[in-house]
């Protein structure tokens, strides 16, 4: 995802395929994984802010990479 797409990521298949996630999903990924992204007043198309999904993506890799093998983590010797 290139943090230069713009202000704003429109449009559920474009918001999942920024974050490697099925489109069809992107219901369960806002409500139950808090994927940054939301629609006015409930409906139509959805939205996200590149930096937030950037931020999400890092999160969960946090959450399901071991220490060992994050980017940011500190070599094991």
Do not use: F, T, Y
Not at 14 to 36: D, H, S, W, Y
Not at 48 to 70: C, F, M, T, Y
């Amino acid at each position: 995802m290139e943090m230069n797409a713009g202000i704003c990521v429109k449009g559920a298949r474009a918001i999942c395929e920024a974050v490697g996630e099925n489109p069809k999903q992107i219901v369960r990924l806002v409500n139950e994984l808090g994927l940054p992204a939301w629609r006015r007043a409930g409906s139509g198309s959805w939205r996200a802010l590149p930096e937030d999904l950037k931020r999400w993506v890092v999160i969960q890799r946090n959450r399901h990479l071991p220490d060992s093998l994050r980017g940011d983590a500190p070599l094991q010797p």
